[in-house]
């Protein structure tokens, strides 16, 4: 072989393995059952400091996506947020995100719930004491449910004088899940108000 068909040659081996190596970056893996590789994933992506991350089928039956939250603290941005990763065209992406909401990640409950009356896994986050203070204090339980992008939520409101009083989120029809919120309160305060307007 002369030395400008060996040239060639090499040329085009090059060629071969930068076109596969070039084919190969969009085609992202993750582990779905590994927690570190769900977080390295999300933090890339959000560029956050990622306090929560699950794997679920929060969109569909048989196809897998990534929910993580974060927290901010700054003055104007205060709260938390989750955001729902899928694959788009071989490609890890942020599809929705739920905005700021009320609350910490500090002392939560935070993981995924069914329904039998929703399509897909929830979000379920409970700030539990977090925001309970010496006079009273705030408990602020979510649903988020990826398919509807809708965020369903109870706020409870505890003070000495008045006791206990909750609000539901006026998007919440489904009877089940009005239920699940009531009931988890009221074992706790018998006395239970349910309020028309929120208190913030």
């Keep these: 072989m002369s030395s400008n068909s060996l040239c060639k040659f090499f040329i085009l081996i090059l060629l071969i393995i930068f ?63 989750f955001s729902l990763i899928e694959k788009v065209d071989d490609e890890f992406e942020v599809v929705y995100n739920t905005g700021f909401l009320e609350g910490s990640f500090d002392k939560c409950v935070v993981d995924k719930i069914k329904f039998s009356s929703e399509q897909g896994e929830l979000i379920y986050y409970n700030s539990q004491d977090f925001y309970i203070g010496s006079g009273g204090g705030d408990v602020f339980l979510y649903l988020v449910n990826m398919v509807k992008r809708q965020i369903y939520y109870a706020h409870l409101v505890v003070n000495r004088s008045t006791g206990a009083a909750l609000f539901l989120s006026d998007n919440i029809e489904d009877p089940m899940m009005k239920k699940f919120f009531i009931s988890y309160f009221k074992k706790d305060y018998a006395g239970l108000r349910i309020i028309e307007s929120d208190i913030l």
């Design 19 to 81: 076109i596969a190596g070039c084919s190969g970056d969009g085609d992202q893996k993750v582990n779905f059952d590994d927690e570190r590789s769900l977080r390295n994933l999300a933090s890339n992506l959000i560029e956050k400091n990622v306090k929560f991350v699950s794997a679920g089928y929060f969109t569909s039956e048989d196809k897998k996506s990534i929910v993580a939250g974060t927290e901010s603290t700054e003055k104007d941005k205060y709260g938390i947020s």
